[in-house]
């Protein structure tokens, strides 16, 4: 079997790839509320606090990976003299 290098470390869309996971989070995270304001009434109350749990998590998520994403523009930024 051959031995594979591992890839190098390159975090330039690190930050990209974050800010679109939270996108697309928020637009489950909005479906899901447009969901429950149409169809809320016909849910079971089981239904509903799933919903609401999952866009609690959903919520939490989008913070993670805007907070992950500012975190690696300030590191491409601190070491942006490196590639000089």
Same mark, same amino acid.
């Given at each position: &079997?051959?031995?594979?290098?591992? #890839?190098?470390? *390159?975090?330039?869309?690190?930050?990209?790839?974050? /800010?679109? $996971?939270?996108?697309?989070? #928020?637009? *489950? +995270?909005?479906?899901?509320? @447009?969901? +429950?304001?149409?169809?809320? @009434?016909?849910?079971?109350?089981?239904?509903?606090?799933? $919903?609401? *749990? #999952?866009?609690?998590?959903? /919520?939490?998520? $989008?913070?993670? %990976? &805007?907070?992950?994403? /500012? @975190?690696? +523009?300030?590191?491409?930024?601190?070491?942006? %003299?490196?590639?000089?």
């Amino acid at each position: &079997m051959e031995r594979q290098d591992p #890839k190098p470390d *390159n975090r330039a869309d690190n930050s990209a790839r974050n /800010m679109e $996971i939270a996108r697309e989070t #928020k637009e *489950n +995270l909005l479906e899901a509320e @447009d969901y +429950l304001a149409e169809r809320g @009434d016909s849910l079971s109350e089981e239904e509903r606090r799933n $919903i609401v *749990n #999952k866009n609690r998590r959903r /919520m939490e998520s $989008i913070r993670a %990976h &805007m907070e992950e994403a /500012m @975190d690696e +523009l300030d590191e491409l930024g601190e070491n942006a %003299h490196l590639e000089d």
